[in-house]
């Protein structure tokens, strides 16, 4: 059993189009991640969430909107997607904001062309 | 300012031998965790040891140990015996306080260890 599973693992597009990545952990984790890896594999993280509530929003453009249903969810719209959000995306779970383990999904490998 | 740092882009190791790879953090927080994580070229990423700020024992997990030095503010990874295996891109994290109560874990650059046969 996958315990963070994210897709479409590989997503080719083109500029201007909009897209999204869908993540579910069902390790009964309260908090969820958004990070984005680039191309010099720098790690960022971009949006947390707690018990479905944003707490983390770290200066993504307003392109991007993360929605969590519900705590065992946290799905990535992109829209207008541009050149520069080539990069994969990584979704992660831990058991609070203060867990001792943070549990990443395989990455979803985004190719703006 | 940085609050992981890692200062080794890259490193070579003997297969069979031990190797460090560096980390220092910066916080003022007085609770913080450190994790370090294996990046292997498939491109997952493996937890392999957390440390937190209050724990008195350098925390250990098979092959890998934490150099945990609170003073100094650093956080080295010691992997010994390396195996072939061992080849991949490490990553030193730190958890720290953010607004509201909770928590942000942020990510070093990372160091490319390579290892020899």
């Known amino acids: 059993d996958t315990a963070v599973s994210q897709t479409p693992k590989y997503l080719v597009t083109q500029m201007g189009n909009d897209k999204s990545i869908k993540c579910e952990q069902n390790l009964g984790h309260d908090t969820m991640y958004w990070y984005k890896q680039d191309s010099k594999k720098f790690l960022k993280i971009m949006f947390s969430y707690n018990n479905k509530e944003l707490i983390i929003n770290e200066t993504v453009p307003n392109r991007f909107s993360p929605k969590s249903p519900d705590k065992a969810h946290l799905n990535l719209h992109i829209n207008s997607l541009e050149l520069g959000d080539s990069a994969v995306y990584f979704c992660?779970?831990?058991?609070?904001?203060?867990?001792?383990?943070?549990?990443f999904g395989e990455g979803s490998w985004l190719t703006v062309v | 300012a940085q609050k992981i740092t890692q200062t080794q882009p890259g490193m070579f190791v003997q297969e069979k031998e031990a190797v460090t790879l560096d980390c220092t953090y910066d916080t003022s927080d007085p609770s913080y965790g450190l994790f370090w994580y294996k990046q292997p070229s498939s491109g997952e990423m493996i937890f392999l040891i957390y440390?937190?700020?209050?724990?008195?024992q350098n925390a250990t997990e098979g092959r890998y140990s934490l150099n945990f030095q609170k003073a100094r503010k650093s956080a080295n990874l010691v992997i010994s015996a390396s195996q072939l295996g061992d080849s991949a891109m490490y990553f030193c994290a730190m958890r720290e306080g953010y607004s509201g109560g909770y928590q942000k874990v942020t990510f070093g650059t990372g160091t490319k260890l390579q290892v020899i046969p």
């Open positions: 992660a779970s831990s058991l609070s904001t203060s867990g001792n383990t943070i549990y």
């Open positions: 440390q937190g700020s209050y724990d008195q």
